[in-house]
């Protein structure tokens, strides 16, 4: 058993009801220049790209996938991961998950050009039934686009926190159990129901007397919130799954994310081991459901 297992399965006896399970998910970044272990770039998808929010999912459900920017399916994940530089003017290139479905919206497939980051950061894809592009909708004609105008989309997108300027190879999300090598993550992903972010929130304070702040924005909700903006900060960060979280990768309603640096989550283990007797969770209502 590694140490991220141990980690794991010592949070997760410490809530103290039988069964329970917390979908986690180990995040490694790796900047550019950096050696890639081969049993990370073993997981790259082939043939396929995948978003953030889906290799999130993914690994919590125990499929390790590390991301680059070959095999990204999101434009937006790939800038606020540090992936692609947030101006560049030329699309990404290939097929993508998320620009995919605006390609399904429109008549002409052949003539129909993916979105360049650049299109992101100028809230011309946001805001795209504004803009006039209602080629970057993702719902149809009738597509309000995320934000009213561009004004309030370039606003929203200079609030999303990006690791800026791009400086990331690749992107390992991984599950605490995988076996192929004990590698320490940069960063901790747990998808929890409200009653047991309570309880992590209550570990975290009885061992830091800290509060934990919920920095949250409708959309790049993985990507944005849960890693650039803990791996940047150093701080533990809730925030809601967003648009394509909920409609690509699935995530379930009642599940919240929470971003956390690895040393914070070390301090949680031991929280949740400590304050137990003070908090007891099995006691709490829908605990055990």
Do not use: W
Request: proline share 5%; aromatic share 8%.
């Amino acid at each position: 058993m590694n140490t991220n297992q141990k980690l794991y399965k010592r949070m997760v006896s410490a809530f103290g009801v039988d069964s329970l399970e917390i979908p986690t998910t180990l995040v490694k970044l790796f900047k550019s220049g950096e050696d890639i272990p081969a049993d990370v770039k073993h997981h790259q998808p082939e043939g396929i790209s995948i978003t953030s929010c889906q290799a999130h999912k993914q690994a919590s459900l125990g499929d390790a996938i590390c991301l680059t920017r070959d095999n990204i399916g999101c434009v937006a994940a790939a800038i606020s991961l540090g992936l692609v530089d947030q101006n560049e003017k030329k699309p990404l290139g290939g097929s993508r998950v998320y620009t995919d479905l605006m390609k399904e919206q429109v008549q002409d497939k052949n003539r129909f050009q993916a979105p360049t980051p650049s299109d992101f950061t100028e809230g011309l894809v946001y805001a795209c039934k504004a803009a006039g592009k209602t080629e970057f909708s993702l719902f149809g004609e009738e597509d309000s686009g995320r934000y009213q105008d561009v004004e309030t989309a370039r606003k929203a997108v200079s609030e999303m926190t990006a690791i800026q300027p791009a400086n990331i190879e690749a992107v390992f999300f991984y599950p605490p159990d995988l076996t192929d090598l004990d590698l320490e993550p940069d960063l901790v992903l747990l998808s929890v129901r409200p009653v047991e972010l309570t309880r992590v929130v209550q570990a975290y304070q009885f061992m830091t007397g800290k509060r934990v702040k919920a920095n949250i924005g409708a959309l790049r909700m993985v990507n944005s919130d849960l890693i650039a903006r803990p791996y940047l900060t150093g701080e533990i960060n809730v925030s809601t799954y967003c648009l394509g979280a909920r409609l690509i990768a699935q995530f379930d309603a009642n599940r919240l994310g929470m971003g956390i640096p690895f040393d914070d989550y070390r301090i949680i283990v031991e929280g949740m081991e400590k304050s137990k007797t003070g908090y007891p969770f099995h006691l709490y209502p829908g605990a055990a459901d």
